[in-house]
Each structure stands twice: as structure tokens, then as C-alpha cells.
């Protein structure tokens, strides 16, 4: 499969060949979808990074009382997993979107956008500073998902609305977070076995679950975003668990979005390097 140019036009993988993706299954850290990357305009970027910090914690707080949690839907066709990657030299960010056939999992299409980050990076507001370029490569899905999980917290957040409640709350979508580490919140200790789990609880309140995905590995904490519950956000990413500790889509949208990270930086060194020497 061809490499990826980021400056190519936006391009699909669909996985319309049932052997191809079940190959590319198979290979693991080798899965490589043929997706271009195109820049998203500026013009159509949500006004959210135009607030100030304060201003953003304000909105945080109206828009928390729009989430609903209630159980996630089990009839549906479409899965999608999110996950973003940062260019530091570019002060650029990498979106990429996948979807997957449910219950599946065959991989359908890929969706990568480029876009400046143009809201600083304060802990706790990174869906302002996310959620734009997500929304941007969101918009160039052909089938879009009716179940989104994302690289993120949900409920689990300060002012209980991580990125994940903000995209759903923006497209009216159950979203599940699934995050690597614990923003806040505390549980009861437990044995590392595949499958269990404590209760997540922030001020005496359950915001979602640390579930061992893998006996003798780290947890991993998920928290429902909107349209979901704390039980079946779990339920959810137990059933898209593979090999490793995280849910294979979400598994899969991180490595795109890693493997375009250090194309891209390799390019812009190798732009930089041709530019001193010409």
C-alpha cells in the first residue's frame, strides 16, 4: 500500500475487499489504510477557539447540562473511533477518523484532516482546542457513525465534559471515552484480570469505569460522553477489545494518526533541510 503524502487530496479507505482488510487486521502495528490528509479551512472552523480560557470554562458548564446518559444503542451499523496526533512545529493538529462495520468491526473508511491548532493547550479545555479539526474530518465521512468512541474522557472531567461529551453534545451522537489515564476521580484498588472493573467517582458520584482490558497491564478508564451510560460505555469497549490494552478501533485511529505525525515531521525536516542547502 502506497505512503501518504499530506498534501494529497483527501482520499477513503473503505473495506469493500473482505480478504484486504482482514489481512490488514492481521498485521497489527503494519495496518496501513491508504488516506490522504487534506487542510481543513479556516473559515469553516467552529468559533470555539476564539474564546478566552474563563470563557470556554463558562461554556463547559452550560453545555454539560445538554448531556444525556442513557443506554447506548446495540442496533446499529456503523462504529467510528477517534484520535488526534500534535505537530509541534508546525503548532498543527492531525484528526483522524475511522469507521468500522458494527458488530464486525471490519474497517470502512479513514478520514484525516490537518488543521492549526488555534486554541492553546490548557488541561481540562482540550476539546476546544480538538474538537474543531475532529469536526472538520467528521464532515468528510461518506457513512457516518451512529456510535462514536473517542482517545478521551467523557463524564470523567473536572466539569464532567471531556471531549468526548462535547462531540456528542455538537453532533447529537452516542460517544464513549476511552482514555490511556485518569484526569480525575478515584476507585477502589483491584486485581489486574482481564474484564474487571471498579467504579470511577468523582465528589461521590460514578462518572465511569477503570476496566483492566488485559490481565497484568494498566487499566484503561471509560466514561460515557452523550447518549451513553457509564455500564454500557463499558460493555461497549469490552466487546471491541483485541490483542492489546486498547479497543482495537480506537487502537487502529491511534496509529494513523502516529504513523501520519511522523510523515508529516519528516517531511517538514526534509522541506527545512532542502530549503539551507538550495
Excluded at 461554556?59 to 509541534?88: M, S, T
Excluded at 451522537?173 to 474484564?195: I, N, Q, Y
Excluded at 487499566?219 to 455500564?231: E, K, Q
Excluded at 461497549?236 to 490483542?243: E, K, M, N, P, V
Amino acid at each position: 500500500m502506497k505512503g501518504v503524502n499530506l498534501s494529497d487530496e483527501l482520499s477513503h479507505h473503505r473495506g469493500s475487499d473482505r480478504g484486504d482488510t482482514q489481512e490488514q487486521q492481521r498485521q497489527g502495528e503494519n495496518w496501513r489504510p491508504a488516506v490522504g490528509v487534506v487542510e481543513a479551512d479556516a473559515a469553516g472552523s467552529p468559533p470555539l477557539t476564539a474564546l478566552s480560557p474563563k470563557e470556554a470554562v463558562q461554556l463547559q458548564r452550560e453545555l454539560a447540562a445538554r448531556v444525556v446518559l442513557q443506554p447506548l444503542p446495540w442496533r446499529f451499523r456503523v462504529l467510528g473511533a477517534a484520535d488526534l496526533a500534535y505537530l509541534r512545529a508546525t503548532d498543527e493538529l492531525i484528526a483522524v477518523v475511522l469507521t468500522f462495520s458494527w458488530p464486525e468491526l471490519e474497517p470502512l473508511e479513514t478520514i484525516a484532516v490537518r488543521q492549526p491548532a488555534r486554541f492553546p493547550y490548557v488541561p481540562g479545555l482540550l476539546s476546544f482546542r480538538e474538537l474543531p479539526a475532529l469536526l472538520a474530518a467528521y464532515r468528510q465521512i461518506q457513512n457516518p457513525p451512529q456510535v462514536f468512541l473517542c482517545d478521551a474522557q467523557g463524564l470523567a472531567h473536572p466539569r464532567r465534559f471531556g471531549l468526548a461529551c462535547h462531540l456528542g453534545v455538537v453532533l447529537e451522537l452516542p460517544t464513549v471515552g476511552c482514555a490511556k489515564s485518569r484526569l480525575c476521580g478515584d476507585h477502589e484498588p483491584f486485581v489486574w484480570e482481564r474484564g474487571n472493573h471498579r467504579p470511577l467517582k468523582l465528589n461521590g458520584l460514578t462518572v465511569g469505569s477503570v476496566f483492566c482490558s488485559r490481565s497484568g497491564v494498566k487499566p484503561i478508564y471509560i466514561s460515557p460522553g452523550h447518549l451513553a451510560d457509564v455500564d454500557s460505555s463499558r460493555e461497549l469497549i469490552a466487546a471491541c477489545r483485541g490483542r492489546f490494552r486498547i479497543p482495537e478501533p480506537l487502537r487502529l485511529a491511534h496509529l494513523t494518526a502516529t504513523r501520519l505525525r511522523r510523515e508529516r515531521t519528516a517531511a517538514t525536516k526534509a522541506g527545512a533541510t532542502n530549503g539551507e542547502t538550495g
